[in-house]
């Protein structure tokens, strides 16, 4: 029997690993459709932009429905197979805050996206400028998180991991891909080693095996 949720996937794609991320740690089972995104823009081929035109990974079936958008999935994901509802809370001020991150994941980090791959990939773009950007926007996360170990908070959005932290950790985890000193960011070097120790937690080509 087929499994029910079907991840069309590329291991080197960073919104695609926040998805695996979420399968793993809500410890789902699930089946990776691969596509080869680079060098062969199989994404953008007519099968796949029949199941998302904007032809973007990651997608997810799960059963009859067909989702594309990252953060859209991750929300999918904790509240229809998260009996805790704990990865995204309902609770008002704890949903907001969660809100809050997947904006920000979706808008702001997209360009440690777009830095990575140009560091990777040689796709279009000006090195320093991308760089520069990407720098602000994980210098912004690291500053909440100072401002969130004062308060004795160790997650994004609650008192404990939510699907905010899944949206954010690959941006600051695979920084060094184009250059990032993990060093400048003490509080979510300290964020991350918490991250990596969630069961379920499981890494990535450019994530080392070292916290």
């Given at each position: 029997m087929p499994a029910k949720l079907v991840l069309y996937n590329y291991?080197?794609?960073?919104?695609c690993y926040k998805v695996r991320l979420a399968l793993s740690l809500l410890g789902l089972e699930?089946?990776?459709v691969a596509v080869d995104v680079f060098p062969g823009k199989e994404h953008l081929s007519p099968p796949y932009l029949a199941l998302n035109p904007s032809g973007r990974l990651p997608i997810l079936r799960d059963g009859e429905l067909v989702?594309?958008?990252t953060e859209a999935i991750l929300a999918h994901l904790a509240r229809a197979h998260d009996p805790s509802q704990k990865w995204?809370?309902?609770?008002?001020?704890?949903?907001?805050?969660v809100m809050q991150w997947l904006i920000f994941s979706a808008h702001d980090l997209g360009v440690t996206i777009a830095?990575?791959?140009h560091s990777l990939f040689d796709t279009p773009g000006?090195?320093?400028?991308?760089r520069a950007a990407a720098s602000h926007a994980i210098r912004i996360m690291d500053d909440y998180m100072t401002a969130r170990g004062?308060?004795?908070a160790d997650w994004f959005a609650a008192a404990h991991p939510t699907i905010a932290d899944i949206a954010v950790f690959p941006a600051f985890?695979?920084?060094?891909?184009?250059?990032?000193d993990h060093d400048e960011y003490p509080a979510l070097r300290r964020w991350a080693r918490r991250f990596r120790a969630l069961p379920g937690f499981r890494t990535m080509p450019g994530i080392p095996d070292y916290h």
């Amino acid at each position: 029997m087929p499994a029910k949720l079907v991840l069309y996937n590329y291991e080197l794609d960073e919104s695609c690993y926040k998805v695996r991320l979420a399968l793993s740690l809500l410890g789902l089972e699930w089946q990776a459709v691969a596509v080869d995104v680079f060098p062969g823009k199989e994404h953008l081929s007519p099968p796949y932009l029949a199941l998302n035109p904007s032809g973007r990974l990651p997608i997810l079936r799960d059963g009859e429905l067909v989702l594309h958008g990252t953060e859209a999935i991750l929300a999918h994901l904790a509240r229809a197979h998260d009996p805790s509802q704990k990865w995204l809370p309902i609770r008002g001020t704890e949903f907001a805050k969660v809100m809050q991150w997947l904006i920000f994941s979706a808008h702001d980090l997209g360009v440690t996206i777009a830095a990575r791959q140009h560091s990777l990939f040689d796709t279009p773009g000006d090195e320093k400028s991308l760089r520069a950007a990407a720098s602000h926007a994980i210098r912004i996360m690291d500053d909440y998180m100072t401002a969130r170990g004062f308060a004795q908070a160790d997650w994004f959005a609650a008192a404990h991991p939510t699907i905010a932290d899944i949206a954010v950790f690959p941006a600051f985890a695979l920084s060094r891909d184009f250059g990032i000193d993990h060093d400048e960011y003490p509080a979510l070097r300290r964020w991350a080693r918490r991250f990596r120790a969630l069961p379920g937690f499981r890494t990535m080509p450019g994530i080392p095996d070292y916290h």
